[in-house]
């Protein structure tokens, strides 16, 4: 009788010893297969946008009219920081706003300003910054493309992209590349340069001679914060 007891004993523990798992991996059970009443119980994870707490300086074209010549000016935007990645990738996205268009003022890099309002614009974003070992005073921007156009409008973007970053203290001048290839830049009275000051467009320049808003107000940008001197992406 002890024999044929022990015997079923050891059927057993060997039956429950087959049904037993011996798989190393997790098993992975999606949560719509779960009982309801541990669907309850989950909890979902929302990850908050970024907030836009601070401000950056971006150059726009403001349309001289009456006979006098296309300057920038100063408009602020919205930014998570206000450090000269943020400003760039502002103006490159910024259209204007309704009080802005009243004011004559218009963005070639993002599109506004043009003739033809339904042609369709190369979106353009900032690949990196570049600050070269042992020349930190100069900033290269390295853009994913360009906007056609004629000369003057290349050379009015290429001055809101130049201005924009020496508005940022420790940037005294400013190169451009498109997908990592230097591109020569229009100046008025030096021709093509690979690095530029705001020397090199003086026509533009908020702080010429004849410059004014409409309310009078003195166009040159407010401070800013210093930049980083080291490469981002």
Do not use: H, W
Request: net charge negative; with cysteine.
């Amino acid at each position: 009788m002890i024999r044929r007891t022990a015997f079923v004993v050891l059927l057993a523990l060997f039956a429950v010893a087959c049904s037993v798992p011996t798989d190393d991996a997790a098993l992975v059970i999606n949560s719509e297969d779960l009982p309801e009443e541990l669907q309850a119980g989950l909890a979902t994870t929302t990850i908050p946008a970024p907030v836009n707490t601070e401000t950056v300086i971006v150059f726009f074209v403001r349309d001289g009219g009456d006979g006098t010549e296309p300057i920038l000016q100063p408009v602020e935007r919205p930014a998570r920081r206000n450090i000269l990645r943020f400003a760039i990738e502002a103006l490159l996205s910024s259209e204007r706003t309704e009080e802005e268009l009243q004011e004559g003022l218009f963005n070639p890099l993002a599109g506004s300003g043009s003739d033809d309002p339904d042609a369709e614009r190369e979106v353009i974003e900032l690949l990196g910054i570049e600050r070269p070992e042992g020349q930190t005073s100069t900033a290269i921007l390295d853009l994913s493309g360009f906007l056609p156009g004629d000369l003057v409008g290349l050379e009015q973007a290429f001055a809101q992209l130049a201005f924009t970053a020496l508005a940022y203290s420790g940037v005294n001048r400013v190169g451009i590349r498109i997908n990592g290839e230097t591109q020569p830049i229009p100046t008025e009275d030096e021709g093509l340069k690979d690095l530029v000051t705001e020397a090199d467009f003086p026509s533009l320049d908020p702080e010429r001679e004849d410059a004014d808003t409409e309310d009078g107000e003195d166009p040159s940008p407010t401070t800013t914060e210093a930049s980083p001197t080291t490469t981002t992406g």
